[in-house]
């Protein structure tokens, strides 16, 4: 092997590092969620919560799955209905709402080379773009809920606050 082979078989494996790590940063941004929490500002994933009068809530939260998003919902009423010293709480209204019309950000890998007669040698440049948000569209589950103390009322409206929490907390984000 003459020695000008040499930079370039060191290129060819700086390259393969540099696709591999790319891959795997891609792959790691497409499969995490945003944590459960409140929302940073509006639209943003996460719930909000406005206290309407005693014991009256209106809890929403918005994901880029319509199922987490009911779920947490749900997750964040029951959280309430404890921190008020309830036991159950009531969805007496509610609404989903999916915001489209968004271009989600796309990822791309762009390669460029170029190779000089003046002397030998070879550059080569790798650019690599990521999503940094949410690539899909933002989905808000909206309920309005009441909260309740002793004997949970037996309407499938009804739901025990602390049976919610077990269950949904491990699901969440």
């Known amino acids: 092997m003459g020695l000008e082979q040499m930079p370039v078989l060191g ?31 509006d639209g943003a994933a996460g719930y909000a919560s406005q206290k309407i009068e ?28 404890l921190q008020e010293g309830g036991d159950w709480f009531e969805v007496t209204g509610g609404y989903t709402d999916q915001e489209t019309g968004r271009s989600g950000s796309r990822s ?22 990521l999503p940094l948000g949410s690539s899909g569209p933002n989905i808000t589950t909206v309920i309005d809920i009441i909260t309740g103390k002793g004997e949970k009322p037996d309407r ?14 491990g699901t969440a984000p």
């Open 108 to 129: 791309s890998v762009s390669v460029g080379g170029s190779s000089g007669s003046y002397g030998s040698g070879v550059g080569m440049g790798v650019g690599i773009g």
């Open 54 to 81: 005693q014991g009256r809530y209106r809890v929403s939260y918005t994901d880029s799955d319509a199922g987490r998003s009911h779920d947490m919902a749900l997750l964040r009423a029951a959280e309430i209905t």
């Open 11 to 41: 290129f060819i494996s700086l390259m393969k590092t540099l696709i591999a790590v790319s891959a795997f940063a891609l792959l790691a941004a497409c499969a995490s969620h945003t944590p459960y929490g409140p929302a940073r500002s």
């Open 156 to 169: 499938s409206s009804v739901y025990d606050a602390r049976s919610v929490d077990i269950n949904l907390r």
